[in-house]
């Protein structure tokens, strides 16, 4: 602290229009940086504060990501706004309860990574699967008999409208 002080009593004496005044002064400011940067090394500065609804609103993103690739219509369901949103109200209740975001997407972390990656895997062999037992249903099923559906002579469509009979 008594560096501090005498710093400023020199500063205060030091002439800003005189060259070798400036130079100290600039010296003067990069060992005041540098003081700073060493206490913030030893003693660092709080983290700014991270949203919480931000946090709880990742999940169901990253949930609406890995959906999306199999259901692209839902892409507009899983939108970040929507899902800051939910996170807003999913904040309040882990304030009442005591729950924490991180310490929930850091204990599933390896899961949520392993669906993430396992998604482009699954999502084309199902596909390939249903398409293959849709074939096989086809070719099962019965082939489909076409009805005549022309009108024969006796039938009513036939006639003159009326009930009227063509003489001969």
Same mark, same amino acid.
């Given at each position: 602290?008594?560096?501090?002080?005498?710093?400023?009593?020199?500063?205060?004496?030091?002439? =800003?229009?005189?060259?070798?005044?400036? %130079?100290?002064?600039? /010296?003067?400011?990069?060992?005041?940086?540098?003081?700073?940067?060493?206490?913030?090394?030893?003693?660092?500065?709080?983290? =700014?504060?991270?949203?919480?609804?931000?946090? $709880?609103?990742?999940?169901?993103?990253?949930? +609406?990501?890995?959906?999306?690739?199999?259901? =692209?219509?839902?892409?507009?369901?899983?939108?970040? @706004?929507?899902?800051?949103? $939910?996170?807003? +109200?999913?904040?309040?209740?882990?304030?009442?309860?005591?729950?924490?975001? +991180?310490?929930?997407?850091?204990?599933?972390?390896? @899961?949520? /990574?392993?669906?993430? /990656?396992?998604?482009?895997?699954?999502?084309?062999?199902?596909?390939? %699967?249903?398409?293959?037992?849709?074939?096989?249903?086809?070719?099962? /099923?019965?082939?489909?008999?076409?009805?005549? %559906?022309?009108?024969?002579?006796?039938?009513?469509?036939?006639?003159?409208?009326? +009930?009227?009979?063509?003489?001969?």
């Amino acid at each position: 602290m008594a560096d501090l002080n005498e710093s400023q009593a020199e500063q205060a004496k030091l002439d =800003p229009s005189d060259p070798l005044d400036r %130079i100290a002064m600039e /010296a003067l400011g990069e060992e005041r940086a540098q003081a700073q940067a060493d206490a913030d090394f030893i003693d660092p500065p709080p983290p =700014p504060g991270i949203d919480p609804a931000q946090t $709880w609103g990742q999940i169901p993103f990253m949930f +609406g990501k890995v959906l999306s690739m199999a259901m =692209p219509e839902l892409a507009g369901v899983y939108t970040e @706004e929507k899902c800051y949103q $939910w996170g807003a +109200g999913m904040a309040a209740v882990s304030d009442k309860y005591g729950w924490d975001a +991180g310490e929930v997407i850091g204990r599933f972390g390896p @899961e949520i /990574a392993l669906a993430v /990656a396992s998604v482009p895997l699954v999502v084309p062999t199902y596909q390939a %699967i249903k398409a293959r037992r849709e074939e096989k249903e086809r070719e099962k /099923a019965p082939p489909r008999q076409e009805k005549d %559906i022309t009108p024969s002579t006796d039938h009513p469509m036939s006639q003159a409208p009326g +009930g009227f009979v063509d003489p001969e």
